[in-house]
């Protein structure tokens, strides 16, 4: 994820832009760049790379000055590079920006900007931004920025720097973090709290659609009417550990709990306004190229082939195309049935997965079309594919996968949905129908994450039993089969994901008393029959937590215990679902003290076949 810094005082700027950069660095980056006032103008060196090619490059020319702004990059729009990174100049070279987050209007934004002369250099959504000040700009930096602000829209952590008023920083955010950190005649900037906790501990938290002007002396925050906000000071107490994690206790909780900022990333600039249609600006697919295609083969490992199940529904529901749906280390070795009108998709979070790059490599020697889905821009996989769409959610440091299933489902219901267009399969109806409830997602998921309690409950209570089963029908059998791999990987109990009308014909000889079943009932077509299925774990004497969707007030006659969660559409039920399952994972590895982030015998990144 993209960090930034940003300083000014009567200190070099420099030595703390890289000291708060290389604190920043476990969050995983592609590139970065400062950029230092030297009392005439502002000096910018930006690197790809990790941050000691950055340090090698300054080491000789370090920039001298006691303002500067600094940052390091994790590709969304534009493949790593130089001139990708961050900081970002306007066409004069006497504003710099840095950002987080995702421009969602800056194609619109650069077309009008480049018809007004505007010369841009990289692809990023970013530079539009140091542009639009520029263009803005008539003597008053403040009001500049104000204007860019109400141009503007989608998620964003902005620090402003220009050489016209080289005394003041300008900073603001929506959607992403941003602190303040209060210094004595010295005041720094940061997107995390560990890039300061060295200098100090004393901050202010900016809030959404909050903006500060930073001096040396003063910190100035208002809203963007410039009406002045008054702010807390927040002691940080935080060791530097607790801060990398944002005070949460490990990674994999933390990036639980990111999952509705990850959802609205994935969906950022990707749902028409009118919820007619999905954008992908990356597919620039005919109606007659997608009508030539016959089949569709989803190919992946562990959890992304997990969310590669949801998306035969989805494809095969929506788009009406057939879906095969492999395991990766599988696929290449049966000899598939793949040719030019087969559509491939592969499904990779960190776009290195050596059996999905082999699946993927094999798919195009068999002369397939194919697709990528990952989460990190320039993987091998995305450079191996023929067209690729991003998740854009973040790094995920946790070896357990949770922010990436989320997004991987919603990217695969948006090209569903996307297909659907293309090949006229669904009534407009429908579209709006599904984008509205796509549109509800995050605040359904943060919904879910703001009470846990029940599900920690549940995990302390059943933690220590060897034997867990979930149960489901239709998309909430692949949602008990990630449900399964969580509880597995992280804690370490024997988790078995079964279909629940297969029950019978095997597995039902393991339940027994006290077993604990979760059961997944979120799917009206399929309700009554699974129903059927619980009754037939409960007449075992199994423990049954039931899953179901609020306004479900008929469940509780069935189970032991209920987990509510938001009522969605049915087909985005898994993407709610999946959430009190990952809790119970974690909470169930809490219990029985395991290493939640580093599970034993596991690696994030599988590269050996
Ligand atoms: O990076 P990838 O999505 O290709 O990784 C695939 C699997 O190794 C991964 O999903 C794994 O199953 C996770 N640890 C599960 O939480």
């Known amino acids: 994820m993209c960090g930034i810094v940003g300083y000014i005082g009567p200190n070099q700027a420099a030595p703390f832009l890289i000291e708060g950069l290389t604190k920043l660095e476990y969050r995983g980056y592609d590139s970065a760049g400062i950029a230092v006032f030297d009392g005439k103008e502002i000096n910018v060196e930006k690197s790809v790379g990790r941050l000691g090619i950055l340090k090698k490059k300054i080491e000789t020319a370090s920039p001298n000055g006691h303002v500067g ?129 060295n200098r100090t501990r004393k901050t202010y938290i900016l809030s959404d659609g909050e903006m500060a002007i930073v001096t040396k002396d003063s910190v100035w925050v208002m809203n963007r009417q410039g009406v002045p906000v008054t702010k807390k000071v927040f002691e940080v107490n935080w060791d530097a550990e ?32 009118d919820n007619s249609t999905i954008l992908f600006d990356e597919l620039k697919w005919t109606q007659g190229e997608v009508a030539a295609i016959n089949k569709i083969a989803i190919v ?29 280390s599988e696929f290449r070795y049966r000899s598939p049935l793949i040719d030019d009108k087969t559509m491939v998709i592969v499904i990779s979070q960190s776009g290195e997965t050596l059996d999905t790059l082999a699946g993927l490599k094999e798919a195009k020697r068999l002369g397939a079309k194919t697709l990528a889905i990952t989460n990190v821009v320039g993987s091998s996989i995305a450079r191996e594919a023929d067209n690729v769409i991003y998740t854009w959610a973040g790094p995920e440091i946790a070896v357990a996968s949770t922010k990436a299933y989320t997004t991987q489902l919603v990217t695969l219901c948006m090209l569903a949905i996307y297909m659907a267009g293309l090949r006229e399969t669904l009534p407009p109806a429908r579209i709006q129908e599904l984008i509205g409830g796509l549109r509800n997602l995050p605040a ?26 979930f149960i489901g029908r239709a998309l909430d059998y692949c949602v008990a089969l990630e449900g399964s791999l969580k509880l597995k990987e992280i804690s370490y109990i024997h988790a078995e994901a079964y279909a629940a009308g297969e029950l019978k014909h095997g597995t039902l000889a393991l339940i027994i008393e006290g077993v604990p079943v979760i059961a997944l009932a979120t799917q009206p ?24 969707m609020k306004g479900d007030d008929h469940i509780h006659n069935y189970v032991d215990h209920t987990i509510h969660i938001p009522a969605a559409h049915k087909y985005l039920a898994p993407l709610l679902a999946v959430i009190p399952l990952q809790l119970l994972a974690y909470y169930a590895a809490i219990t029985r003290g395991c290493d939640v982030d580093k599970p034993r015998n596991l690696a994030k990144s599988v590269t050996v076949e």
């Open 69 to 197: 702004i600094g940052h390091t990059r994790w590709a969304t729009h534009g493949r790593p590079s130089d001139v990708n990174s961050h900081p970002h100049t306007d066409c004069t070279g006497k504003f710099v920006v840095v950002h987080n987050g995702i421009i969602e209007n800056y194609l619109h934004l650069k077309e009008k900007l480049i018809a007004r002369g505007h010369v841009f250099s990289s692809e990023t959504d970013t530079e539009v931004v140091a542009h639009l000040v520029e263009e803005y700009y008539e003597g008053d930096f403040e009001a500049a920025v104000r204007k860019v602000l109400a141009e503007i829209e989608g998620s964003y952590a902005l620090v402003f720097m220009t050489e016209h008023d080289p005394d003041k920083i300008i900073c603001t955010k929506q959607d992403n973090p941003l602190v303040i950190g209060l210094g004595n005649g010295e005041n720094f900037i940061a997107s995390d709290i560990p890039a300061i906790i």
């Open 242 to 273: 607790a801060a990398e994690k944002g005070g949460y206790e490990h990674f994999m909780i933390k990036e639980i709990y990111e999952q509705p900022k990850a959802i609205r990333e994935t969906m950022s600039g990707r749902l028409a306004k």
């Open 300 to 328: 992946a490992c562990g959890t992304a082939y997990h969310a590669g199940i949801v998306g035969k529904y989805y494809l095969e529901n929506l788009a009406r195309i057939p879906v095969e749906v492999d395991l990766a």
């Open 444 to 469: 359904q998921a943060h919904e879910i994450l703001e009470d846990v309690e029940p599900i920690k409950t549940f995990a302390q209570q059943y933690g220590f039993n060897e034997d867990v089963f």
């Open 525 to 548: 077509d399929v309700y009554e029959k699974m129903l059927s299925n619980i009754k037939e774990v409960k007449a075992r004497d199994a423990v049954v937590i039931g899953i179901a």
